[in-house]
């Protein structure tokens, strides 16, 4: 079998099945990790057009869409922030994997067998499973798990609201397949494992028949998402649900799911939706007494306390009746339209600084990585309605006025750069004078509500 993609190509068929995992063997198959596409960068179109598709799915037989503009913006920034790391560092998964694999593997299948991907196949599935298990019932793994499960909605851009931390424990669960499987082999599926997880995030779809037998279908997934008793600690399977029939964490769908933390958080702010919980073990391991507690605190379950049972009680889960409302923001319809503009531009640096990543320097990358970030707060601010998001939004304005004096960010249309930047010389305080007062408005509209 020779290696058919060294030019790393993804065509538009081949871009379709890798979301649901129907490659084969002989079209993913590569000599070096080197040659492996990066299918989950070349997949952002498909989740743009899926989530599209769903919007329209969901209008057409509910008449509403499948979820929140801010709940949404929320996951996706999860998502952007998960992501930007790599632009700095080589993902802990592979090189932890390569590092076992270069020194301690014990023989070597051959990279070009079908057996071998099948096998591969299983191998990553089966870790993810235990992996997946371990961040409900390891309260240090929870607190970057909870980012995922923090969502109240559930659609497909719930499925990019990721940890930015998580990454750093996974790769335990897949180590031992670097004994024997090639690091090219086991890039591929790693890939195609997250991404089938994508289009499992949605209501749209119903029951699958037989399928749900064997397969990680939408509705074991919205299971595993709920907070309903029932729910909870669930359906932790990627792609194959066997693994939780053999192991006994299987529940089918019945009553109505209602999605979210057991303790919702309530809040758009990036920051604290990645990191909240990890304020909370740090205060709670200091709160309480003795080693063996504050350890257990660390390495028990999310649910555990003094005298309680490893993964805590579940008559301490509180019920829920159908009939909760997810929180939402009181921003007034045209700071919604405005972040979402804001938003969008972001997302277009975002997607040039990954695809220009090779020829741009480092201080630009960091300088555009810091920009994206503070949008992102910016907005959270601002969905939030903090009582700081003014000020922060107007420093975020300028400091986009001065990337762009500096050629940090630029026109996407080289012809315009000229006049942009007569532009941002002219009227670029004229613009950010306007920005503070949309967002002063705003605020004392809020303030004279109350």
């Known amino acids: 079998m020779k290696n058919p993609e060294a030019q790393q190509d993804v065509s538009v068929s081949q871009g379709i099945r890798m979301m649901f995992y129907m490659m084969k063997p002989n079209e993913t198959s590569f000599r070096t990790i080197e040659d492996v596409p990066n299918y989950v960068q070349k997949a952002t179109p ?15 037989h509910k008449g509403k869409p499948p979820g929140h503009l801010d709940d949404a913006l929320t996951s996706v920034s999860a998502g952007v922030l998960s992501r930007l790391p790599s632009l700095f560092f080589k993902s802990i998964e592979l090189t932890s994997y390569i590092y076992i694999w270069e020194n301690y593997r014990l023989f070597n299948l051959p990279w070009d067998s079908p057996w071998t991907w099948y096998l591969t196949f299983l191998g990553v599935d089966f870790g993810y499973y235990w992996f997946h298990r371990m961040a409900h019932e390891v309260n240090i793994m929870w607190a970057a798990h909870q980012t995922h499960h923090s969502s109240e909605g559930y659609n497909l851009s719930t499925a990019l609201r990721q940890s930015v931390f998580q990454i750093h424990t996974s790769w335990i669960f897949y180590s031992p397949l670097a004994l024997f499987i090639p690091p090219s082999v086991y890039a591929v599926h790693l890939q195609f494992n997250l991404l089938y997880q994508f289009w499992i995030h949605t209501k749209v779809i119903n029951n699958l028949g037989p399928l749900e037998l064997i397969l990680n279908t939408p509705s074991h997934h919205r299971v595993h998402h709920g907070r309903n008793r029932y729910c909870i600690d669930k359906n932790y399977a990627g792609t194959l649900i066997i693994w939780d029939r053999l192991f006994g964490t299987f529940e089918a769908e ?16 990036p920051f604290r939706v990645q990191f909240h919980y990890l304020v909370y073990i740090w205060t709670t391991f200091w709160a309480t007494p003795g080693f063996f507690n504050k350890f257990s605190v660390v390495f028990k379950g999310p649910g555990w306390g003094p005298g309680k049972p490893r993964l805590g009680l579940s008559e301490e889960i509180p019920e829920v009746t159908g009939k909760e409302v997810p929180f939402s923001s009181a921003a007034s319809q045209l700071l919604r339209i405005y972040t979402v503009v804001q938003f969008a531009l972001m997302l277009s640096f975002y997607e040039e600084t990954f695809a220009d990543k090779a020829v741009l320097s480092q201080v630009t990358l960091l ?14 601010f601002l969905l939030d309605q903090r009582s700081k998001a003014a000020v922060l939004e107007t420093f975020r304005c300028l400091a986009f006025l001065t990337l762009c004096r500096f050629g940090h960010l630029k026109p996407f249309i080289p012809s315009l750069a000229f006049a942009s930047e007569n532009i941002l010389k002219r009227h670029g305080m004229i613009i950010l004078a306007s920005s503070l007062v949309r967002i002063m408005e705003i605020d004392s509209e809020k303030y004279m509500e109350k």
């Open 46 to 60: 498909l989740f743009i057009s899926l989530m599209l598709l769903e919007l329209l799915v969901s209008w057409i």
């Open 254 to 269: 019945n009553e109505k799911v209602v999605y979210g933390l057991t303790h919702p958080i309530n809040t758009f702010e």
């Open 367 to 380: 300088l555009r990585v810091c920009f994206i970030i503070l949008t992102l707060t910016s907005i959270g």
